[in-house]
């Protein structure tokens, strides 16, 4: 089966990691080809136009259908909507998920297999099996895991429905969530994510092109199944390497360079400097996160390209910002990131971003948390295929406004 989704912009804050795994920070839209489904989010940044954020989607949840908005992240897995009753949540402007109102709702018992599907799972006193989930940016949900019907419309005018699908009810949840958001939708390799329920229908592969955040007004696009495949001209693919924690896609960081400037990548580590799978690729982490030693190298070769004129910029920036009130396309240099077996240029558009008005800060920043992370905001304007039966990730170079 072949789909495709499409998705907006929408706010988040750092880097998000779960306390099972360990990662998370921000996302998108998608759509399906027949006979697989399509939901369509407008493109309604709810973030100002300078700021970098997060790409959201919908589906439509229970029976009747309620319509939810989530945060998509490939550093997750679970699935979950904020629900009445909400004892401690944060402003939303639709309304709650309710699920008395809904027919095919229905909790999970803390007695069963599906409750020790996700870590920190609880049993509330009514047999219920209860959830508290964490994120690296210490943003949480606590709630009640349940089964569900998840809903997706389709370009052919077909819903794809699927039955029994679990996801987190949450009654109480942290507060710093933007207003148009219901919750987060989980695209980890995990067994509750979204990719993982949907099981054999996408053959294990899923695409997305996200369009940079200055282009609103336009949805990126997610594919599932057969429209996922990445291939033709300018493709490069690296693998994915499997470990312990299922939920993250890692791959290997060889090396960056600015310029000419080839920087081999270290961890401060000596004994994990050369490991495979040294950094994951993640749709809800805004900036890139690199360990310490190694963003500095890569950042003096940046200051020493660079001749534009250095500001402070917002301190929830990065700490590499420039005055830029022209074009800046001439005066930053490539960056590349060399994955095993496939080296990706970033253009300027890439490598920084508008922050406030005429300054631009790096998209790359290090570290705060023990994770090495490839944000969305590196990622724009290429198509990424994600193929899990054959363990590969493919990059492509695209207008993604155009895709």
């Known amino acids: 089966m072949a789909s495709q989704w499409s998705w907006s912009t929408g706010t988040r804050r750092g880097p998000r990691t779960t306390t099972r795994p360990t990662p998370r920070t921000n996302v998108w839209p998608m759509r399906f080809a027949d006979p697989f489904p399509v939901d369509r989010l407008d493109p309604n940044s709810v973030a100002k ?17 309620v319509t939810i908005v989530g945060i998509a992240d490939t550093g997750s897995d679970l699935i979950w909507t904020q629900c009445k009753p909400c004892t401690d949540c944060f402003k939303q402007a639709a309304p709650l998920f309710d ?22 799972t609880f049993c509330d006193g009514r047999d219920v099996c209860g959830y508290a ?13 349940a089964t569900e019907t998840l809903t997706m419309g389709s370009s052919s005018g077909r819903p794809a429905i699927f039955p029994k699908t679990i996801f987190g009810c949450g009654h109480h949840n942290s507060r710093n969530f933007d207003d148009r958001l219901s ?22 592969k899923f695409s997305y092109c996200l369009v940079p955040y200055s282009d609103h007004g336009i949805s990126s696009k997610l594919n599932f199944g057969a429209n996922a ?95 830029a009130e ?6 930053i240099p ?45 990622q724009t304007n290429y198509l990424i295929g994600y193929d899990t039966q054959n363990m590969k990730l493919s990059f492509k170079p695209v207008d993604c406004t155009l895709h």
């Open 49 to 65: 136009p300078d700021t970098p954020s997060s790409y959201l989607l919908n589906l439509t949840l229970g029976t009747p259908p």
């Open 99 to 120: 699920p008395r109102k809904s027919s095919t709702y229905k909790d999970i018992s803390c007695h069963t297999s599906q409750c020790g599907l996700i870590d920190q």
């Open 133 to 145: 989930y964490t994120y690296g940016d210490n943003t949480f949900t606590v709630g009640t895991l």
């Open 183 to 204: 919750g987060i939708i989980g695209l980890g390799g995990g067994s509750t994510s979204l990719i993982s329920q949907m099981g054999k229908a996408t053959g294990g």
């Open 229 to 323: 495949v990445v291939a033709g001209s300018g493709v490069v693919s690296t693998p994915l390497v499997q470990k312990d924690t299922k939920t993250f896609y890692y791959v290997t960081l060889e090396a960056v360079s600015v310029g000419k400037t080839r920087i081999e990548f270290t961890s401060g580590n000596s004994s994990t400097s050369g490991e495979e799978g040294n950094i994951i690729i993640d749709s809800g982490t805004t900036f890139t996160l690199l360990p310490q030693d190694f963003y500095t190298k890569i950042e003096a070769a940046m200051v020493k390209s660079v001749k534009l004129p250095r500001v402070r910029g917002p301190s929830h920036y990065s700490s590499l910002c420039y005055k």
């Open 326 to 331: 022209k074009d800046v396309r001439l005066s």
């Open 334 to 378: 490539t960056v590349t990131f060399h994955f095993k077996g496939a080296d990706v240029t970033l253009n300027s558009a890439n490598s920084f971003v508008p922050v406030v008005d005429n300054v631009v800060c790096f998209t790359v920043i290090p570290t705060p948390i023990q994770m090495t992370i490839y944000g969305n905001l590196v």
